[in-house]
């Protein structure tokens, strides 16, 4: 009996100790796991249960997400910048580089911003823009403790940083699923705005899929080594515009301050990573932008394994349709995106797709604009496959399987596109429609051409021109059409075109060197 007690205590003894064991494995995850496998350890047996709908209780969910968001303070050395803010870089964009204008050396600047942290050894998610270029990263943790955080991967394209700190048993956010976030939804966006403390506001989903162009936008500034070529060579330096934009639109309250701050929802999940206001003043206005966390969630991982981003391509230049740029092109539908050019080698020429063909569906879901394509592409890598429907010129619909390739099979063809030359629409990068008459009207001009889409890594990409913009001269000539606008091209005076137009922001004039 002795023996079989013994055997018995034993048992128990070795049971519970792997029963320990085991719980101290999930616990802690190894460093090797991806980020959502380390999400779905943690919160296995610690599910917030909370209403996205009806009336919610924003009290738990605050309480649950708040110590997890933290200050990010960024200090830059002393430099000499040429890619600054203000009123030079202002008219350096809009009336050309240079201007005989001298810059000195600045004095040292600081920024501050926000992150989340993902994992309780200290995992953090945050926007490019608030620690691109930092000399130092430090982050301040909801118990005050000041800790210097290193950047594991960072991505212009997407507005996204990966920094770690060395920290443990840090709080953490449940990351969410933001395919399921619906307009009228109500959201938290948590943050650190205008150097406040942690700051919870409350609003609802506003939009979903919204490119606002602010990537693009930044993606065309100069460098200080670029700038150093053009002054020596005067040869504007070429680009591949790969900027994804699909942001969750909101009207919670979001300022500067709260870039890379999280949104979440009721239940106190993940659905975003606040990037953007639209606003003439600085400050909220209602328009807050968020990154999708389904988005990021590829992206961190890529982070996290490689350093950067590895991305897929499809291998096409598109022009989104509408009403208008469907009558230009001459084809019936209004939906989806026309594809403009097929690069030789890439996936799309190896699927079978064509110039002239319309994409109109991604993994089964209706395709209205770029971002309803671009953001399911930017969670995908190089050898993934991809479902779409593409409505071919005569008229048959055709359901293709897409492998996406990687950035080297878009090089080429962006060298070769970077070679155009003369007087012809793609010089600019752009396709345009005549402008309606209510457009006319609304901005007072009796003649006008919409660009109505941008080609990226393109001229009117790198001036950062956006679609809407209403061309009413060309080298000083009222043009009304896009024949205008070729026929004006050359009358170019000194080797300069200059483009004068309008729009939402008011009267618009550049000038750019060529014929």
């Known amino acids: 009996m002795k023996k079989i007690g013994l055997i018995v205590l034993a048992a128990s003894f070795l049971g519970g100790a792997a029963a320990i064991g085991a719980y101290k494995l999930l616990e802690r995850p190894s460093d090797h796991s991806t980020l959502a496998d380390k999400q779905n350890t943690m919160f296995a047996s610690n599910v917030v249960r909370a209403s996205s709908a009806g009336a919610p209780d924003f009290v738990q969910a605050a309480a649950t997400v708040s110590p ?97 700190v060395d920290a443990n048993d840090l709080p953490y956010v449940k990351m969410g699923n933001s395919d399921n976030v619906q307009v009228g939804e109500w959201v938290l966006a948590v943050g650190f705005p205008l150097d406040l403390q942690t700051t919870v506001t409350a609003g609802i989903v506003s939009a979903k899929a919204r490119n606002i162009g602010i990537l693009n936008r930044e993606s065309g500034m100069m460098t200080e080594e670029e700038y ?67 988005l990021a969630k590829k992206i961190l991982e890529d982070f996290k394994k490689f350093g950067s981003v590895k991305r897929g391509y499809i291998g096409v230049n598109f022009v989104a349709l509408d009403a208008d740029v469907a009558e230009e092109l001459k084809v019936k539908e209004n939906t989806g995106l026309y594809v403009s050019d097929v690069m030789p080698n890439g996936a799309a020429a190896a699927a079978g797709i064509k110039k002239g063909d319309i994409i109109k569906k991604v993994e089964g879901l209706a395709i209205y604009d770029s971002p309803d394509l671009q953001e399911r592409i930017g969670r995908m890598s ?23 390739k990687g950035e080297s099979s878009v ?44 080609v990226p890594g393109q001229l009117f990409d790198y001036w950062g021109v956006k679609k809407g913009l209403v061309i009413t001269k060309v080298n000083g000539i009222a043009v009304g059409s896009t024949a205008d606008i070729e026929k004006a091209l050359p009358t170019s005076r000194d080797g300069r075109t200059t483009i004068s137009g309008v729009s939402e922001e008011g009267a618009v004039t550049f000038s750019f060197n060529g014929n």
């Not at 430090?138 to 212009?156: C, F, M, P, Y």
């Not at 070529?229 to 309250?253: H, L, M, V």
């Not at 012809?424 to 009796?446: C, E, M, Q, R, T």
């Open 68 to 164: 997890a968001v933290v200050h990010i303070k960024t200090t830059y050395e002393n430099k000499s910048s040429r890619s600054g803010g203000g009123m030079e870089d202002m008219f350096e964009q809009f009336f050309g580089f240079g201007g005989g204008m001298q810059r000195g050396p600045r004095q040292p600047q600081a920024a501050s911003g926000s992150g989340v942290i993902l994992t309780p050894d200290g995992y953090i998610v945050t926007n490019n823009h608030v620690v691109d270029k930092a000399d130092k990263i430090e982050v301040i943790l909801a118990n005050r403790r000041k800790v210097t955080a290193k950047v594991i991967g960072k991505d212009a394209n997407t507005d996204l940083a990966l920094i770690k």
């Open 228 to 294: 150093d070529e053009y002054r020596r060579t005067g040869q504007k330096p070429t680009r591949t515009n790969n900027s994804i934009e699909s942001f969750i639109q909101t009207d919670a309250a979001i300022n500067p301050g709260n870039s890379g701050g999280a949104l979440v929802n009721a239940n106190g999940e993940l659905v975003g990573i606040n990037a953007a206001i639209a606003s003439q003043t600085g400050r909220n206005e209602g328009y807050g932008f968020a990154i999708p966390v389904n």
């Open 382 to 404: 190089p050898g993934d496959k991809v479902a779409l429907t593409v409505l071919k010129e005569d008229g048959s619909t055709k359901n293709v399987n897409v492998i996406l």
């Open 411 to 454: 090089a080429l063809t962006a060298k070769t596109e970077n070679k155009t030359t003369g007087a012809s629409i793609s010089k600019l990068g752009a396709s345009f429609a005549p402008a309606s008459d209510a457009l006319k009207a609304k901005y007072g001009v009796k003649n006008g051409v919409v660009v109505t889409n941008v």
